[in-house]
């Protein structure tokens, strides 16, 4: 029995083959074909557009996929929300689709739209947006390069944005938030029942969980003597739980614990005051909560 797996085909690609390579999955793509080789014999892949993945996931040509919030509500698509999982493009977190104008567009709300053309490739969900807040406005569809549409072939965009930055070097600002997305792993309704895909999915979403866990965070272990140990332990982050362990010198300790690495450079000088020894700082793949 195999899983037929959806993996998002472009600006997603790159990010999710590093995130499946940390959980343990080594996935080849050859350029000139679109079903990807994993070193999993249970597993089969297919590269999908985001945009698309969620329909083909409903209809069952594949069991599971991931792709965003987005595109799920965008197709109104009839699937099992298996996991969120907060990874990005560029971050590990959420992206947002958003009201964008011109800088010097008199628009300060999406009330200010009306009888106006928004360009955006998030039609129906734009279209539910304007809805909401009682808005009439001609919503097109846009096959890419939106931000340059306004003024002249917009009046308005609905763009998604990690940071904002391609939106400002275009010389739009935001007006609004239309709706936050993060990546999810779905499912097909009947595929979630069956057992045995079931399990595999679920221990596809644990170690997948595990490498965004792990992003960002490395393992510090270092000896030191236990008339030391108080001062070691003020050191260290107050919200982790180091493990300390015996040594073959009953005089000494050996401490094992998970940080930041942004903060590494801070903290190692200091434990070293504290009378640390042995400091050794090492790379982690997962963690599994």
Known sequence: MKLKLGLPKGSLQD????????????????????????????????????????RYVEDGILDAGLTGRDWVLENQAEVVEVADLIYAKQTFGKVRWVLAVPEKSPVQSVKDLEGKIIATELVKVTERYLA??????????????????????????????????????????IVETVLESNTKLIANRQAWQDVWKREKLETIVMLLKGAIEASGKVGLMLNVRREDLEKVLAVLPALKRPTISNLSDPEWVAVNTVIEEKTVREIIPRLKAAHAQGIVEYPLNKIVI
């Open 15 to 54: 990010a999710t083959l590093e995130l499946f390579r940390r959980a343990g999955y080594e996935i080849s793509v050859n350029p000139r074909s679109y079903f990807p080789v994993v070193d999993d014999e249970e597993i089969e892949c297919m590269l999908i557009r985001a945009q698309e993945m969620a």
């Open 132 to 173: 909401r807040h009682g808005v009439k406005a001609k919503v097109e569809f846009s096959w890419g390069a939106t931000e340059v549409k306004p003024p002249v072939l917009a009046d308005a965009i609905v763009e998604v944005t990690e940071t904002g930055s391609s939106l400002r070097a275009n010389g739009l600002r």
